[in-house]
């Protein structure tokens, strides 16, 4: 049984948005800014605190970029937004806060061994 459908779709090709392709343009060119920054440092900057900091800002403004860009988060509801950056804020900052009270008490029970050993010394 042959079917009398006739129809021939063709594909429509529609002229480039250039709008869109600028924006994927210039989202590569900030990423790939960022990544040579990175990579810059990398291999300049002798091991320190500035080194450690500059990473982890490029790699949260990158991660953040490719989030709202790819994911298309940038265009949601703003409460959307700060509904998933202020949860990670505040665990990178219990994180960063857990580091240095760690720090804190090791230099602490340092510093009290050190007093205890002097006092049973005299």
Request: with cysteine; charged share 15%.
């Amino acid at each position: 049984m042959a079917h009398a459908h006739n129809d021939h779709s063709e594909i429509q090709i529609l002229p480039p948005d250039k709008a869109k392709i600028r924006k994927i343009w210039m989202t590569t060119l900030y990423l790939g800014l960022a990544t040579g920054i990175e990579f810059i440092a990398a291999f300049t900057m002798s091991a320190g605190p500035v080194k450690t900091i500059l990473f982890v800002l490029l790699t949260f403004f990158k991660t953040f970029y490719i989030v709202g860009e790819f994911m298309h988060l940038k265009y949601e509801v703003k409460m959307l937004i700060w509904s998933i950056v202020m949860p990670v804020t505040f665990i990178c900052w219990f994180i960063g806060a857990m580091l240095t009270e760690g720090h804190s008490v090791e230099v602490l029970r340092d510093w009290v061994q050190t007093w205890y050993t002097n006092m049973i010394q005299k």
